[in-house]
């Protein structure tokens, strides 16, 4: 399986070329058919040079500019129009991802998951150096999502998921330009039937550059997008579920240890079918 990595950046020469690095490495080394698509969101510095750099060696690395307007969602939108995997991952451009969790996002969805998780808050986990206000803000906030969807997953506002092609399909159009896409996808995803695995993963903080995320812009936006989707899992009747999923999905996505392939292709199977 071809795993595509969208990396939006604006501003990141300080890591960009790191960041791409570490993916090529932990993919390559583990025999992953890959490429990566850094989208330049707008940039006024050395950016787009750095990874051009890197892909005039590495024919799998491209950059391109966001064809939409500025904004992380639409940056994020941009990769998802153009990838060629048969499955995508949003990689964030800062270094704070751990590029070895890809190749156990790409093995989950080998087992058959339509979706791959990882939660920086479960046993197993590692988290370097959180900004204790965002800290707060963001378990207040996975907390009420938790409680709203009831998916027992408690990162959903963390960008850094993967996904098969379908489901990428199955969730556009897109609504949100800015960080609220992180969780639009994942939301969407589970409230249409997707299934997903979930994995403990490495989290730090970025150690070059400045954060884009404004919290007290992001607020109402974050609001909207998951009133959105909590509406339409309670008052569409099923009309966005993929094939006849039907109320089937809260079992479909069970969270813990990833099941064996056959383990989940019956359930799928099981699914479809209702």
């Not at 500019?65 to 800062?94: K, N, Q, W």
């Not at 989950?108 to 707060?136: I, N």
């Not at 339409?232 to 006849?244: F, K, P, Q, V």
Request: aromatic letters at 10%; hydrophobic letters at 40%; charged letters at 25%.
């Amino acid at each position: 399986m071809k795993l595509s990595v969208v990396v939006p950046a604006h501003n990141e020469e300080g890591s960009v070329a790191e960041t791409v690095g570490g993916v090529i490495s932990a993919l390559a080394g583990a025999g992953i058919e890959y490429e990566v698509i850094v989208v330049d969101d707008g940039s006024v510095d050395a950016t787009a040079a750095a990874v051009e750099t890197i892909a005039r060696t590495d024919g799998n690395v491209h950059c391109i500019p966001s064809h939409y307007p500025r904004g992380f969602g639409y940056a994020v939108r941009s990769g998802l129009d153009v990838f060629t995997g048969e499955a995508v991952a949003i990689v964030m451009a800062d270094g704070s991802d751990d590029p070895a969790d890809l190749v156990r996002y790409h093995a989950l969805l080998e087992q058959g998951y339509d979706c791959a998780f990882g939660s920086r808050f479960m046993r197993g986990s590692t988290v370097v150096d959180y900004p204790w206000v965002k800290l707060v803000i963001n378990r207040m906030v996975n907390f009420g999502i938790r409680v709203l969807f009831r998916t027992g997953f408690n990162d959903t506002t963390n960008a850094f998921k993967a996904y098969r092609r379908e489901v990428i399909e199955t969730v556009s159009p897109l609504l949100s330009n800015h960080f609220n896409l992180t969780v639009e996808i994942p939301l969407k995803a589970s409230v249409r039937g997707h299934s997903f695995g979930v994995i403990p993963i490495s989290w730090r903080n970025r150690s070059s550059g400045r954060s884009k995320l404004s919290l007290r812009e992001m607020g109402s936006r974050y609001l909207f997008i998951v009133l959105y989707v909590f509406l339409e899992a309670h008052l569409s009747c099923g009309d966005y579920r993929r094939n006849g999923a039907g109320s089937a999905w809260r079992r479909a996505n069970r969270v813990g240890e990833p099941e064996q392939g056959a383990q989940v292709e019956r359930r799928r199977k099981r699914i479809a079918v209702r």
